[in-house]
């Protein structure tokens, strides 16, 4: 049993030594090279055009406006400052931008606001039988960013179909939706506060509508 316990371990070590030194050799250097250039067809199947690892790949770089590799960050490292550094980019490619009515500082407001509602709102959330009452209240700039997201967002979610309303309290607002769904009820109950803020993909048109004075919130 002694002698079959260290002839295994010396086959062991035996393994490890020949896999380190095929990645000594050059063809495993060769190997990575043609996984990363060359014509498709030599390339590994997972860096080949369409390869999921491309495919991530490339997702991240269209993400923050890169089509490839640069040698610098690519962050902005902050989120608002991202998000109005790309409505510019698009503003500065458009020849029929209007500068005269070009307003950064309104979509730079609303990001405030964003941020505030997000992250300092507070949200209790009173399940119904056909869906949420939800008191969102705060103070200072919070509460003025509530009163002016939290109604406003109500068109948004009735074009879903949800019925969505808001009632005025003394440091907030009392958003209720409701569906005669009951799979929408049970929906907008996992949602919450944010899960239902966050529905219909409007946001990012609207910034740029509000960076060119088109639209106020």
Do not use: C
């Amino acid at each position: 049993m002694s002698w079959s316990w260290k002839s295994g371990l010396a086959g062991v070590a035996i393994v490890a030594a020949t896999a380190y030194a095929a990645a000594q050799m050059p063809n495993h250097t060769r190997m990575h090279e043609q996984m990363n250039s060359g014509s498709p067809d030599q390339q590994h199947p997972m860096m080949q055009q369409g390869g999921p690892m491309m495919h991530d790949m490339q997702n991240g770089m269209h993400r923050h406006g890169m089509t490839g590799t640069t040698g610098q960050p690519i962050m902005p490292g902050q989120e608002a400052f991202g998000t109005i550094q790309e409505v510019v980019s698009i503003l500065d490619a458009d020849p029929t931008t209007d500068w005269s009515k070009v307003n950064i500082s309104a979509l730079r407001e609303h990001l405030i606001d964003m941020d505030e509602v997000t992250m300092r709102a507070t949200a209790a959330q009173r399940n119904l039988d056909d869906g949420v009452e939800i008191a969102v209240t705060g103070e200072g700039r919070t509460l003025d960013a509530i009163k002016r997201m939290v109604p406003a967002h109500t068109h948004e979610l009735s074009q879903l179909g949800w019925n969505a309303k808001t009632e005025d309290l003394p440091n907030g607002v009392k958003l209720i939706v409701t569906s005669t769904d009951a799979r929408q009820v049970v929906k907008l109950k996992a949602l919450g506060f944010m899960g239902i803020m966050v529905q219909g993909a409007h946001h990012q048109r609207h910034h740029l509508m509000m960076a060119k004075s088109e639209f106020a919130h």
